[in-house]
């Protein structure tokens, strides 16, 4: 019998030391509701508006970055905001931007967004199946890169692991941190 991979130094660092900071990006009412099971799609909607305008900037950021990260990350793939758009059925320019995104200048700071923000793709499939269960049409977003999402975060762990020198782990868990702070600002924001 084969023993599991070992997870990577950086994912593990990641994980333990960006966890209070994951947990309070979900002390949301989207995600309250979710908990409770009471999930409706007015709450959706606002979350998703949210999330839109994090996403955008950050997205943005992503494609500028693209030559330096090259083509294995697979950037354009790796573009999500639109599917939002097409959730809500409205023009970006009726949704809020987030003014006070986490700084993205260095290619650490980009890797901890990332871990982010692809993570996010595990658990919205999570929550692509609770929105179902409640008849919530507003999942696009959520299913994230559809059957290929696994595959796809695997693949951004290996290039994580990849990139992630002695010299750049420090910084790319605290952007990490920097990410989740402000994407929880961000959401709690009227």
Same mark, same amino acid.
């Given at each position: 019998?084969? #023993?599991? /991979? ?10 333990? !030391? ?5 947990? $309070? ?13 009471? /999930? #409706?799609?007015? $709450? ?5 508006? @949210? ?10 950021? %992503? ?13 354009? !793939?790796?573009?999500? $905001? ?30 901890? $967004? ?5 993570? #996010? ?5 999570? %929550?692509?199946?609770?929105?179902? @269960? ?19 975060? @695997?693949?951004?762990?290996? %290039? ?14 605290? #952007? ?15």
């Amino acid at each position: 019998m084969t #023993s599991p /991979p070992a997870i990577p130094p950086i994912l593990a660092r990641l994980r333990a !030391e960006t966890r209070p900071y994951h947990d $309070a990006v979900e002390q949301n009412e989207f995600n309250q509701a979710l908990a409770a099971g009471t /999930p #409706s799609a007015a $709450a959706t909607a606002r979350f998703l508006a @949210k999330m839109y305008g994090f996403l955008q900037p950050y997205e943005t950021q %992503l494609r500028h970055r693209a030559e330096e990260l090259g083509p294995a990350w697979e950037i354009a !793939e790796r573009q999500r $905001a639109h599917l939002i758009l097409a959730d809500l059925g409205v023009p970006a320019e009726q949704l809020p931007v987030c003014p006070d995104m986490p700084p993205l200048a260095t290619l650490p700071q980009l890797l901890g $967004a990332m871990y982010v923000l692809e993570g #996010s793709t595990l658990g919205g499939q999570v %929550l692509a199946r609770q929105l179902a @269960k409640a008849d919530i049409d507003l999942r696009r977003y959520f299913t994230g890169y559809g059957e290929r999402t696994g595959a796809r975060w @695997k693949v951004f762990c290996q %290039l994580l692991a990849q990139a992630a020198t002695p010299d750049r782990e420090d910084a790319i868990v605290q #952007s990490a941190i920097h990410t989740f702070q402000h994407l929880a600002a961000w959401l709690a924001r009227p």
